[in-house]
């Protein structure tokens, strides 16, 4: 079975500042692990991805993330917030090791960032 | 490449009747995903297919609900006999489930309403 949480529902930052959206997940496998950004009334569009190679990942809009296995964490982050990057967040995460082709989503975390 | 084309955008219909909603997914993925979103559920996964089969619908809520795919750049789901509980957005997605490339590529929705 495999499993996502994202423990926050919301993040707030300011303009400038860092942010950082969490994500944990559970695989009886290897994961493959998504993060997936969702404006209103727009459809879900992929950011980045780790299936293997360097924990720190880098994805569009300036977003990296870091897989950390001892953790079971793939937590989104960017160094400077923008207002645009205001936005619904998920995580996904796939078993590397199942046949199965479907990724289990997270229930999303809304970021807002003030200018 | 016009990414996974949707159709209807929207969809009013009155409780009762029949509802189709349609997928082109991207050229040469071979999975297709169907999802629903809601406020109170979040985002669902309903089916999805490999290479045109059906690989798992479990999600599918009941009887009332099916999805076919003839043909690698085509889908449809169905709703029959539509409900008020129905009302939601629908997505679908499409991926290459190549290796290394499992993200899933989003369309912009069908959001229904039943009255």
């Known amino acids: 079975a495999q499993s996502v949480a994202q423990p926050e529902d919301q993040v707030n930052v300011a303009e400038g500042n860092p942010l950082t959206v969490k994500c944990t997940y559970s695989?009886?496998?290897?994961?493959?692990l998504f993060w997936y950004v969702q404006y209103p009334n727009r459809g879900l569009q992929f950011l980045l991805k780790?299936?293997?190679?360097?924990?720190l990942v880098k994805g569009s809009y300036g977003f990296e993330a870091e897989f950390n296995k001892s953790q079971t964490s793939f937590h989104l982050k960017k160094p400077s917030a923008l207002v645009s990057d205001s936005a619904l967040y998920f995580c996904a995460v796939r078993d590397y090791n199942t046949n199965a082709g479907k990724s289990t989503f997270g229930d999303g975390t809304t970021l807002t960032v003030k200018p | 490449d016009a990414g996974v084309i949707q159709s209807p955008r929207h969809e009013v219909t009155e409780m009762g009747q029949e509802v189709t909603l349609r997928c082109k997914p991207i050229?040469?993925?071979?999975?297709l995903f169907w999802y629903r979103q809601t406020m109170m559920r979040g985002l669902e996964l309903l089916i999805y297919?490999?290479?045109?089969?059906?690989?798992?619908d479990s999600g599918m809520p009941e009887d009332r609900f099916s999805a076919k795919m003839p043909n690698a750049s085509f889908s449809t789901l169905k709703i029959q006999p539509s409900e008020p509980r129905d009302s939601a957005v629908y997505f679908c997605?499409?991926?290459?489930?190549?290796?290394?490339?499992?993200?899933?590529?989003f369309g912009p929705g069908t959001r229904l309403t039943v009255t």
């Open positions: 297919f490999n290479n045109n089969v059906p690989i798992d």
């Open positions: 997605a499409s991926s290459p489930q190549g290796v290394y490339s499992y993200e899933q590529y």
């Open positions: 050229s040469g993925h071979n999975s």
């Open positions: 780790y299936i293997t190679g360097d924990n």
């Open positions: 695989v009886s496998g290897n994961p493959y």
